[in-house]
């Protein structure tokens, strides 16, 4: 049976006790009600400006380390990033669904990534001993699910996508909500009939994620990267530029069409190859000489890394590389894959490449050995020699990029950017990455046993792609790219709230000034609706005026409408917009001009 309630009770609990102030028929929020506990104080674990001031402006609070609860103005900001993602999701195809947080190890063993996943998967068992994992991610069971119902080319495509808690085990999170142990993801799935499709749809999404960095309003910035545990050939990175960026990306300012995660990145050298003259005398002529050069690597005039792949012990392969470069190990795995592969300097394991014998060597030059078109030396003639003797001597010899591209380097230009015909230097830039789309191919369809006949009964893996927005690291990456030695500023896309209206007087003067501010917030939501419940007054006359626009100016509210000395001398309010740091007086009709113009720009 349900309680029943007196109607004074009823009505008691229409407005929390002790904050009855000002009520009117269409009372616009108040800030003596919000819970929003700020403080001036600095943090003492925040190590950047965002974990600063979601502490300070009593967005979130700390739970555990990488764990945190979002207060009420955080999850406004949070609830708004997701009206905007569904909108968008769903313009493309999308279709929302919530699947299960605890998955079940049985399907990541179809995969195989339940033994190469670290320790940053969370992994616990029930009380019958069977092992589960908190998700980091979905692939499988998104699979599994799309696996039991799809089985006709009729039923295809699919998107499917959800916005839910992610756990990743991290072995030091940092930066607040940009490395946490908890966060809030959207992660979205496509399964399509051909390779065709799959990259259409690719590049759909591609398109929905420019949409949504600039309705977020964040300074971005899309890079090639590397495809990581997630698997597939194809992937770009969505960065938010930010000094704390703990992404590497090399851009070309020049073309201004070449971006990329150092991991990604293909560049050419800027210079000549140079090696020592007395090196460039005494010819190669067998493999046991050219193998010899690297007995002592402080010494030799290039450098030999071998990887060794576990199914394949017998042909390791040899990267050569100029002398003090790095091996760039992706790109060396994307050469060869499938292959599991570890990887050591030559003088460390020379004994397996002995017991391989020279003709299982499969060995490999980075370009830069390449002498440019038209151009030699005696230091590429040099290497010719030796890779003729490789030749005749190896199992394989092939030239590719196996080392890391470096600021300084020369933009890859028509090999990978079609048109482009610079010669720009890369720069470095520093991201957050808030968004990652992936070309996964048949990478899980095929474990998992996801086919659809196509028109001839003939049975098909699906083609599938994935794609990831960071919600919770939208908060903090706003905050990052936008803020000054006052506190946030919040674009009005995803502002807590839209404006703060603070009416400034002494005790007398309150029931007249709220009531001007409540009628100033009424007269806004009426000719923009979407503003009702999204403006704050402040109802705190008592306190100092100075302390709630400080607050305030904390806090981010996009703009802020002050009743003050102006207002009592010729009815105008002050406004501060908080992104530009102007300020004006204007009258109420200008006002509600303003907030209508605001409000047709987000729709931009």
């Given at each position: 049976m349900l309680p029943r309630f007196s109607a004074a009770v009823i009505k008691s609990r229409a407005r929390p006790a002790g904050?009855?102030?000002?009520?009117?028929?269409?009372?616009?929020?108040?800030?003596?009600?919000?819970?929003?506990?700020?403080?001036?104080?600095?943090?003492?674990?925040?190590?950047?400006?965002?974990?600063?001031?979601?502490?300070?402006?009593?967005?979130?609070?700390?739970?555990?380390?990488?764990?945190?609860?979002?207060?009420?103005?955080?999850?406004?900001?949070?609830?708004?990033?997701?009206?905007?993602?569904?909108?968008?999701?769903?313009?493309?195809?999308?279709?929302?669904?919530?699947?299960?947080?605890?998955?079940?190890?049985?399907?990541?063993?179809?995969?195989?990534?339940?033994?190469?996943?670290?320790?940053?998967?969370?992994?616990?068992?029930?009380?019958?001993?069977?092992?589960?994992?908190?998700?980091?991610?979905?692939?499988?069971?998104?699979?599994?699910?799309v696996a039991d119902v799809v089985h006709s080319y009729r039923q295809l495509p699919v998107m499917l996508y959800q916005i839910g808690e992610k756990y990743r085990d991290e072995m030091r999170p940092r930066y607040g909500l940009i490395r946490g142990r908890e966060f809030l993801m959207k992660d979205m799935y496509s399964f399509d009939t051909t390779q065709e499709a799959a990259h259409s749809t690719y590049e759909r999404v591609v398109g929905a994620y420019h949409r949504v960095m600039q309705r977020f309003r964040l300074p971005y910035i899309v890079a090639e990267a590397d495809s990581g545990n997630i698997g597939g050939n194809k992937s770009h990175e969505f960065h938010a530029l930010a000094a704390v960026g703990e992404d590497t990306l090399l851009t070309c300012p020049k073309c201004g069409q070449y971006t990329a995660n150092v991991e990604k990145a293909r560049g050419r050298v800027s210079r000549p190859l140079s090696l020592p003259e007395e090196r460039t005398r005494h010819k190669i002529t067998t493999m046991d000489q050219f193998l010899a050069l690297f007995d002592h690597p402080e010494r030799a005039p290039m450098q030999c890394t071998v990887f060794v792949m576990d199914d394949k012990m017998n042909e390791p392969v040899l990267v050569i590389t100029p002398h003090g470069e790095t091996v760039n190990e992706y790109h060396v795995k994307s050469a060869f894959p499938n292959n599991k592969m570890t990887f050591q300097p030559y003088d460390q394991v020379r004994n397996i490449v002995n017991k391989a014998g020279h003709g299982s060597l499969k060995i490999v030059f980075d370009n830069a050995f390449q002498a440019p078109a038209g151009k030699t030396s005696a230091a590429y003639e040099w290497i010719q020699d030796i890779v003729k003797v490789c030749e005749s001597g190896a199992k394989q010899v092939s030239f590719g990029d196996y080392r890391y591209t470096k600021v300084g380097d020369v933009c890859p230009g028509e090999a990978l950017v079609p048109g482009c015909k610079t010669d720009g230097v890369l720069e470095e830039r520093k991201g957050i990455e808030v968004g990652h789309c992936f070309y996964l191919g048949t990478k899980y369809s095929e474990p998992m046993e996801a086919t659809f006949q196509d028109p001839n009964r003939v049975s098909i893996p699906i083609e599938m792609g994935c794609y990831g927005i960071g919600v919770s690291r939208i908060l903090a990456t706003s905050i990052e790219t936008s803020h000054d030695k006052y506190g946030i500023r919040w674009p009005d896309s995803i502002a807590p709230y839209r404006a703060i209206i603070v009416p400034i007087g002494d005790a007398s003067e309150a029931p007249n000034l709220m009531a001007k501010a409540e009628e100033i917030y009424s007269a806004i939501a009426k000719e923009v609706p979407t503003l009702k419940d999204d403006i704050v007054v402040d109802d705190r006359i008592g306190e100092n005026p100075g302390f709630r626009m400080k607050e305030a100016q904390l806090i981010g509210y996009p703009l802020m409408l002050i009743l003050g000395k102006e207002w009592k001398k010729s009815g105008l309010i002050d406004v501060e917009d908080r992104q530009t740091g102007t300020k004006a007086k204007m009258s109420e009709k200008d006002v509600v001009e303003l907030f209508k113009k605001r409000d047709a720009a987000l729709e931009l």
């Open positions: 904050n009855r102030r000002w009520a009117s028929t269409h009372s616009a929020p108040k800030r003596s009600q919000i819970f929003a506990p700020t403080t001036f104080e600095e943090p003492s674990d925040a190590q950047i400006p965002s974990h600063r001031l979601l502490l300070q402006a009593g967005l979130v609070k700390k739970t555990a380390a990488g764990i945190y609860t979002y207060l009420p103005l955080g999850l406004r900001v949070l609830e708004k990033a997701i009206k905007i993602i569904d909108e968008e999701m769903k313009a493309v195809g999308g279709q929302k669904l919530s699947m299960a947080k605890l998955q079940p190890s049985t399907l990541w063993k179809k995969t195989n990534r339940w033994s190469t996943t670290g320790p940053e998967l969370v992994r616990l068992q029930d009380r019958k001993g069977e092992d589960f994992c908190m998700a980091p991610t979905a692939e499988e069971l998104v699979t599994d699910i």
